[in-house]
């Protein structure tokens, strides 16, 4: 089974190396991903340029596509059709589906089919396979096409690099869950009202002991005599509040 889609990116013709080194263009890792078993992948090859004049330095473009391998168990593939050849999202999916069938023989491949348009902007096609599909959700297909149209945008890059560092950098992200930084913030709140009732519960629970010794030690410092004194009037308070009105005041 095999998930296909489509990447649509408009890209601006001008560069941009503000945007290029901002971190928080790029989509966050939420998700705790387990990679795939080496058993998963019929290893194959990388890429293939159609265009032919993409790809001068294979092996640039592989070591990035390799540490992608090594971090999530899914073989990344690269498929370049040759500049201008399509603009159609359904043509790039139909595209991609084809070519998977065609290449792989097992669901643990992720194939991007690129086609720039020779006017500074790009669209792609992508079909994962079913296994592959458990790293390569939406997320982190939104965060692989992020790094692509940054390193795109690049031109201190060589075309190697775009493709190379757009799937290294995407295996590095999507393995790892990024906090919110809320949590931290959070966590210290917490903290911090645990830390104050805890105070207040031991100040409390001390001042009632300190009450309680307090009240031993008068105890302690107390006559026998005088609990005796204190037996005896309690006694009489009793009587008197038992002995009718009459009684009292001597009438028979």
């Known amino acids: ?20 080194g901002n971190n928080s263009s790029i989509t966050k890792s939420t998700v705790a ?23 001068r330095r294979p092996d640039k473009l592989i070591s990035g596509m390799q540490q992608f391998y090594r971090e999530t168990g899914v073989q990344p593939y690269l498929y370049i059709l040759p500049n201008g050849t399509t603009s159609s999202f359904t043509e790039l999916a139909q595209r991609a589906d084809e070519l998977y069938d065609q290449l792989f023989d097992d669901n643990a491949h992720f194939l991007l089919v690129f086609c720039d348009d020779n006017n500074g902007s790009y669209n792609c096609g992508y079909a994962v396979g079913s ?5 390569m959700d939406s997320e982190a297909l939104s965060i692989f096409a992020d790094y692509l149209d940054r390193y795109y945008q690049d031109f201190s890059l060589d075309e190697e690099e775009i493709f190379s560092k757009a799937f290294a950098d995407t295996g590095t992200r999507i393995m790892t869950v990024e906090k919110s930084p809320l949590v931290p913030i959070v ?22 002991r300190a009450r309680e010794r307090q009240q031993i030690e008068e105890i302690i410092r107390t006559p026998l005599e005088k609990f005796a004194d204190i037996e005896v009037e309690n006694l009489a308070k009793k009587y008197e509040e038992n002995i009718p009105n009459n009684d009292r005041i001597g009438v028979n």
């Open 131 to 135: 296994q592959a599909k458990t790293i």
């Open 33 to 55: 991903r387990e990679k795939l078993p080496a058993s998963a992948v019929h290893e194959t090859g990388y890429y293939t340029d159609a265009d032919g004049d993409w790809i």
């Open 187 to 208: 966590i210290s709140i917490v903290v911090v009202i645990v830390s104050v009732l805890a105070f207040f519960t031991i100040k409390k629970l001390r001042e009632q």
């Open 1 to 20: 089974m095999i998930c296909i889609a489509c990447i649509a990116c408009s890209v601006w013709s001008a560069g941009s190396s503000g945007f290029i």
